[in-house]
């Protein structure tokens, strides 16, 4: 009960929402809702009553814990009102009116009928509905820049003025939830549970072939990548080939020497170390292999022998193998030191002096 008949009557109700199983401390805001009750208003048996009260109200929104409120509503949220005595529906949200509209006078004394009305105040995403009995007098309201609080509760509110009614809520129900917002789904039916529409096969087609590209793309990035990685390793493989290679044939500094005018005997490298002066077997005069062959078979005497051996030795080219053989041999054990040279007597008895044979003569490098 929230007026009876006296005349300046104020009474209100208020009551928060009740929370649900999967947010018990009620954190999140309320979504969809739907709210329904009985509501009885009239002058009841007193015939002198006839103008009536000024009306009834329902808010949602920061409602204060203490205070009452009339038709006008209540609290900084959402206000419906039914004024009775003007015949006027005015739905308000933070202080900005929604709708205002004239009752037609049929609802009007449906109200206060002195018989209960069932109202039903529903909100979902597409907007608020507000019904009385079977006739809806807001549907789908649109509500700009709704956003309700966990803290919001219910409010219900009525006045009488000079003119008075009763005003009676009973049977108080309240309902919140995603199943209370309407959507639009899409039904498939199948003959059997391997049946599949069009529009999925659609969609499994063009999510196998994306995956497929994206496989090929990345087998052909991996393809790339190992033949590059083969190609760098056979190139560093090649120029390293190539290097050892180089670096093999290269000739040293220590091996290195002028080739041999043609014509010379070729001759071995001379120790770097001194040697010790030949021994006197090794000072020996040359076979006579190695001198040129003349024409005269005549006995060789002292004078021709030293006359011979004073001679230019014979070139391996003028003899035969057997002979450049022996004067290849010879020339090599004349060779020992790099500064001792073979000699001939000398007949003033003085120190040998060196021979000036093609064989004999050192060759400076």
Known sequence: MLTR????????????????????????????????????????ADPDALAGGEGFSLSFGDLPASGTFGEAGGGAGLRVSLLTRQRRLVATYRSS???????????VSRLRSNSSVRVELRYRAAGLTLRLDDTTHLRDLPIRGWAPRPHWRFGLGARNHHSFDNHFVRDVQFERGALLDAAVVSLEVSANDLTLTLTLTLILTVTLTLTLTLTLTLTLTLTLTLTLNLALTLTLTLTLTLTLTLTRSAPTASSSHRPARPGTPTMARPSSRRSRPPSAPHMAAPPSQCTAPTSSAAPRTAAASAAS??????????????????????????????RWWPTRPSRSGHRPTPTTSAIGTRRRT
């Open 5 to 44: 008949l006296v005349p300046f009557a104020v009474g209100s109700a208020i009551f928060g929402m009740p929370p649900l199983a999967s947010d018990p401390q009620q954190l999140q805001p309320p979504g969809a809702f739907r709210l329904s009750f009985s509501l009885t208003i009239g002058t009841g």
């Open 97 to 107: 009116e929604l709708l205002s509209t004239v009752l037609p006078p049929a609802n």
């Open 309 to 338: 051996f004073a001679a230019p030795l014979a070139t391996p080219r003028q003899l035969p193998s057997a002979q450049a053989a022996t004067c290849r041999a010879f020339g090599a054990r004349r060779r020992l030191g790099p």
